[in-house]
Nanobody
Framework: QVQLVESGGGLVQPGGSLRLSCAAS????????MGWYRQAPGKQRELVAI???????TYADSVKGRFTISRDNAENTVSLQMNSLKPEDTAVYYC?????????WGKGTLVTVSS
């Protein structure tokens, strides 16, 4: 089993910044993909940013140039630096890790962008 603990959500004004972090622990051999998804009220969960073991990244078009994902393979952590936040970034953000055999989700952390 893998446990994920997220932190860093909160309330921020438009144009502000937040940093989300996620730490994975448990029976981990190797995490192939670590990343972040989000779900806004009334909408489906969507990919925000992911990073594979080798370092390649994928970003949603809506966050390119504003968000940066990073991971520490030795510590099994992944972070999401979010800059120039917009009200439409308001959502619950979920950490996800993919191993060879399973996918695991965090419980989510709420990000609210509002003045």
């Amino acid at each position: 089993q893998v446990q994920l603990v997220e932190s860093g959500g909160g309330l921020v004004q438009p144009g502000g910044s937040l940093r989300l972090s996620c730490a994975a622990s448990g029976s981990i051999f190797r995490i192939n993909v670590m990343g972040w998804y989000r779900q806004a009220p009334g909408k489906q969960r969507e990919l925000v940013a992911i990073m594979v073991w080798g370092g390649s990244t994928t970003y949603a078009d809506s966050v390119k140039g504003r968000f940066t994902i990073s991971r520490d393979n030795a510590e099994n952590t992944v972070s999401l630096q979010m800059n120039s936040l917009k009200p439409e970034d308001t959502a619950v953000y979920y950490c996800k890790v993919e191993t060879r055999n399973n996918d695991y989700w965090g419980k989510g952390t709420l990000v609210t962008v509002s003045s």
